[in-house]
């Protein structure tokens, strides 16, 4: 006669403990960031993605004579402000690039005048850090007096516009920071792969994939430090852009029986005129600089990626070197 089985089980339900055990969700409450999408460019209203400033400083450790830290002392350097944002490229319901998006790209291409930012992500403490300790006077103030380090700007058929923005500079004025969000901001269309395009003057790239452009701007800073018993801080006192980088790339799907002359070796190429189209906003290169395209030998779909460095013409005026141009401009 066959056994029957038990179905009574060794283990006994337990009941909820009463202290949980220590793990990330248990014994803390987790930050959550401001719910605020939207910063203040030169007073006029943007809405970013993501938006992360800091107060940055160099701070290090000198050694002398051996390497331990029995003959070493403190290194506390400059004081700066650094930070990057990322928001989509769009226009007003009338067709128009916000006053915002235009104050920055403008400050990309040409930075000779310095940007305001107002927001309530920063903190920053005056006098010198190795004179007080601790630096616990921090105060939240606004962001008067900064340069667009870096701007990328890119197109895909997968994603709307993007533009990423580096930013570097100091805080001028010591103006308090009290931004608060505006409750009611009327939002624009977003720009889309479908209004994009490029060409140039060697082929129409009808079969562009992918655009990009890119903007570097170098920097370069001072400080001085005055003298001991007068007002004194280890914030950078002024600051320059020694030179301006522009740069862009595009991949193409090469056509069947086309474009056998027109594979790029690399090198100057006057009279090319690239002009980038990304809908609210086009960037126009008279004389690119090319670098060797890519172009793969496989038997799957063809894809050529050409990257430049462009230049504008010294026998040209001003306004022909002219870079960015907006809806209502004419190239």
Known sequence: MARKKSTKSIFTAMAEPTTKSPGLYSRMEVATGLLIRSIRVNGDTLLVDNFDVQLKQEIDVKWFIQGGPRASISNLGKKWVEGQMTFPLRIERDSTVPDAIRTLLRNAELPTESISLETNHTLSYLDITAENGGSDGNELLNLNDLVVKSLNIIATPDSEVKIRIAFYGRIDSRTPGDFIAIPDIPAGRNISWIDCDASRYSS???????????????????????????????????????????????????????????????????GENILLDFGAVK?????????????????????????????????????????????????
């Open 204 to 270: 129409a790239m009808r079969t562009t994939s992918k655009i990009e452009f890119n903007i570097e701007n170098t920097v370069e800073d001072a400080v001085f430090l005055t003298a001991f018993g007068e007002s004194r801080s280890d914030q950078i006192n002024i600051f320059g852009v020694t030179k301006c980088k522009w740069s862009g790339s595009y991949e193409e799907v090469l056509r069947l029986g086309v474009e056998t002359e027109n594979y790029f070796h690399g090198g100057w190429k006057v």
């Open 283 to 331: 960037f126009y290169s008279r004389v690119p600089l090319f670098e060797v395209s890519e172009q793969p030998l496989s038997s799957r779909m063809i894809v050529r990626k050409s990257k430049f460095i462009t230049l504008t013409s010294p026998n040209q005026t001003n306004s022909q070197g002219k870079l960015i141009y907006f809806p209502e401009e004419e190239i």
